[in-house]
């Protein structure tokens, strides 16, 4: 009875068709848990199923929805509308569909078992994601290129440190995501005001068991909200790692920098005035809609106090953010897959670029180096950073001919000893152990 999908696509699990789906599946399966209590006839149940069967297995069709919006019309109620569109379809026997149950017991149940399916999809998109980030991170673990604080040259490190960096983020985002899921993945149909005045809690242990889910251990009229707030505020985070990652893609192919750039399709047009143009439109698609995923969080958070048992303030708004939210989730998740996986990557331009400071990215290695020879901390700074601004002064200057040149540092520093403080290996010598302990 219950739909399995080997990969589902998000755009049709929030369909009209797919929601009604929902809908009915929790009717049918309260139908089945009452005919075990003996409420709900056997010949009754099977009529039931019988009727309903072809929309479980093969959907509602546009049609089905169109006709179930026209009685609406009139209702003004969509799950009245709802129940009576398959009371019409069904016969006598669909009185007993709703048995003892409120709207939210449908509703919310079927949202939860919506919402489990569409976090499982964002999971395995992140699965796939940490596929990519792990493999580009092995490639370029030993990749070098300028660290940059403040957007300036600080000290060199790794391309590959770089993907391990959102690679170890990511993967704390799925503990996220599946806690989520998790904290989700319960249902209700416990009446009108959560104590089960009209159905029994066998009903409930019996629906959500079948659809894969929890019986909440209390409710009012609805599951509450808290539960959604903390999916999108997972949803909201993922979004938050999804735009440091573009961010940086963009910065790196900067004309100025160019260090690495989003793939250029052949026949490809950045720009409708500049021939020239190739735009990273991807990673500043991906920041875009970064901003909506984090916006649709407030309103979940504003959604958890409802007036006693319950209102309809919520109801309206998650109709837009649950199925927006994690829509652009999973299409931004595939998105940044794709992007990160035909990255182009350019190393001698990275090399270049470390290099533009002529050498004053070892300004550290020579500050401790100094104090260990036992100068003041503050001393050794002063006078670093002294023979460091010439430098900057002087575009004709290296920094590591300049110290061998200045007096009070040879005295105190052997050539030996400077070679080896201007040697990236000096940087570079615990990336292994870093990638351990991302990797493994």
């Known amino acids: 009875m219950i739909p399995r999908y080997t990969r589902e696509v998000m755009a049709r699990l929030w369909s009209p068709e797919e929601k009604l789906r929902a809908w009915l599946l929790v009717e049918v399966l309260a139908c089945e848990a009452w005919a075990k209590?003996?409420?709900?006839?056997?010949?009754?149940?099977?009529?039931?199923?019988?009727?309903?069967?072809?929309?479980?297995?093969?959907?509602?069709?546009?049609?089905?929805v169109s006709r179930i919006e026209?009685?609406?019309?009139?209702?003004?109620?969509?799950?009245?509308?709802?129940?009576?569109?398959?009371?019409?379809?069904?016969?006598?026997?669909?009185?007993?569909?709703?048995?003892?149950m409120t709207s939210s017991d449908m509703l919310d149940t079927a949202m939860a078992?919506?919402?489990?399916?569409?976090?499982?999809?964002?999971?395995?998109?992140?699965?796939?994601?940490?596929?990519?980030?792990?493999?580009?991170?092995?490639?370029?673990?030993?990749?070098?290129?300028?660290?940059?604080?403040?957007?300036?040259?600080?000290?060199?490190?790794?391309?590959?440190?770089?993907?391990?960096?959102?690679?170890?983020?990511?993967?704390?985002?799925?503990?996220?995501?599946?806690?989520?899921?998790?904290?989700?993945?319960?249902?209700?149909?416990?009446?009108?005001v959560g104590t089960f005045a009209h159905i029994e809690p066998e009903v409930e242990a019996y629906v959500c068991e079948k659809m894969g889910l929890k019986p909440a251990p209390v409710s009012n009229q609805v599951i509450q909200r808290d539960r959604y707030a903390e999916y999108l505020a997972s949803l909201a985070v993922l979004a938050g790692t999804v735009e440091k990652?573009?961010?940086?893609?963009?910065?790196?192919?900067?004309?100025?920098?160019?260090?690495?750039?989003?793939?250029?399709?052949?026949?490809?047009?950045?720009?409708?005035a500049m021939p020239h143009k190739r735009n990273p439109i991807l990673s500043e698609n991906l920041c875009g809609l970064a901003r909506l995923v984090r916006g649709y969080l407030m309103p979940a958070l504003e959604n958890d106090a409802l007036w006693h048992e319950r209102d309809i303030s919520h109801s309206s708004v998650e109709r837009v953010i649950v199925p927006d939210a994690t829509t652009l989730a999973d299409f931004m998740l595939k998105?940044?897959?794709?992007?990160?996986?035909?990255?182009?990557?350019?190393?001698e331009r990275m090399k270049r670029n470390l290099n533009l400071l002529r050498g004053l990215i070892f300004s550290q290695p020579l500050l401790l180096a100094l104090t260990e020879k036992g100068l003041p901390r503050q001393e050794a700074?002063?006078?670093?950073?002294?023979?460091?601004?010439?430098?900057?002064?002087?575009?004709?200057?290296?920094?590591?001919?300049?110290?061998?040149?200045?007096?009070?540092?040879?005295?105190?520093l052997s050539e030996e000893e400077l070679a080896r403080l201007f040697d990236l290996k000096y940087y570079l010598r615990h990336v292994d152990t870093i990638f351990k302990r991302v990797f493994g």
């Open 37 to 64: 209590l003996g409420r709900v006839p056997r010949q009754a149940l099977e009529v039931i199923k019988a009727k309903t069967e072809p929309f479980l297995e093969k959907g509602f069709t546009a049609e089905d």
């Open 113 to 192: 078992w919506l919402m489990k399916r569409a976090m499982e999809i964002i999971i395995e998109d992140v699965d796939e994601l940490l596929e990519v980030l792990k493999r580009r991170a092995l490639e370029h673990k030993d990749t070098v290129m300028i660290g940059r604080t403040h957007g300036i040259h600080a000290e060199p490190i790794t391309f590959g440190l770089k993907f391990a960096l959102w690679y170890e983020e990511m993967r704390r985002n799925k503990r996220r995501l599946e806690a989520a899921l998790e904290t989700i993945s319960y249902g209700k149909l416990s009446g009108a």
């Open 335 to 347: 998105r940044l897959t794709r992007m990160l996986d035909k990255l182009i990557v350019y190393p």
């Open 70 to 100: 026209e009685i609406e019309r009139e209702t003004r109620h969509d799950v009245i509308a709802f129940l009576t569109y398959l009371e019409r379809l069904i016969g006598p026997e669909g009185r007993y569909l709703h048995l003892g």
């Open 381 to 412: 700074y002063a006078l670093v950073q002294r023979r460091a601004m010439e430098v900057w002064e002087d575009e004709k200057k290296s920094f590591p001919e300049v110290v061998r040149q200045a007096p009070e540092i040879t005295k105190y």
């Open 245 to 272: 990652i573009a961010t940086e893609i963009r910065h790196l192919q900067r004309t100025e920098v160019l260090e690495a750039e989003e793939f250029f399709a052949k026949g490809q047009k950045g720009s409708s």
